[in-house]
Nanobody
Framework: QVQLVESGGGMVQAGGSLRLSCAFS????????MGWFRQAPGKDREFVAA????????YYADSVKGRFTISRDNADNTLYLRMNSLKPEDTAVYYC?????????????????WGQGIQVTVSS
């Protein structure tokens, strides 16, 4: 069964930090790139970050570059998103996602599996 389960969300003040985790089933996602997306109320879903299976290559949206770090521990079947210097505009539901393809992508339409999402709220 395909499963992506996010955790680690919550509420934080502006300037603070959070780390999101996404537990994934090893068999399904072995060798696959994964990513994080977010959707704020009234807005379209947007790309946040992506990472190859090896973790050697990462890709970030300009809005989070330098503040967020994506990483993964394949031995532990977990994807992470470390978020520093959080801003109120980072408030959204955050989703982890995985592709069947081996190639990195920032397009949500190219991801095949999604977690249920987790709320991150940044207060000013």
């Amino acid at each position: 069964q395909v499963q992506l389960v996010e955790s680690g969300g919550g509420m934080v003040q502006a300037g603070g930090s959070l780390r999101l985790s996404c537990a994934f089933s090893e068999r399904t996602f072995s060798g696959r790139p994964m990513g994080w997306f977010r959707q704020a109320p009234g807005k379209d879903r947007e790309f946040v970050a992506a990472i190859t299976w090896s973790g050697e290559t990462t890709y970030y949206a300009d809005s989070v570059k330098g503040r967020f770090t994506i990483s993964r521990d394949n031995a532990d079947n977990t994807l992470y998103l470390r978020m520093n210097s959080l801003k109120p505009e980072d408030t959204a539901v955050y989703y982890c996602a995985a592709r069947r393809s081996m190639y990195l992508s920032g397009a949500g339409t190219e991801y095949d599996y999604w977690g249920q999402g987790i709320q991150v709220t940044v207060s000013s």
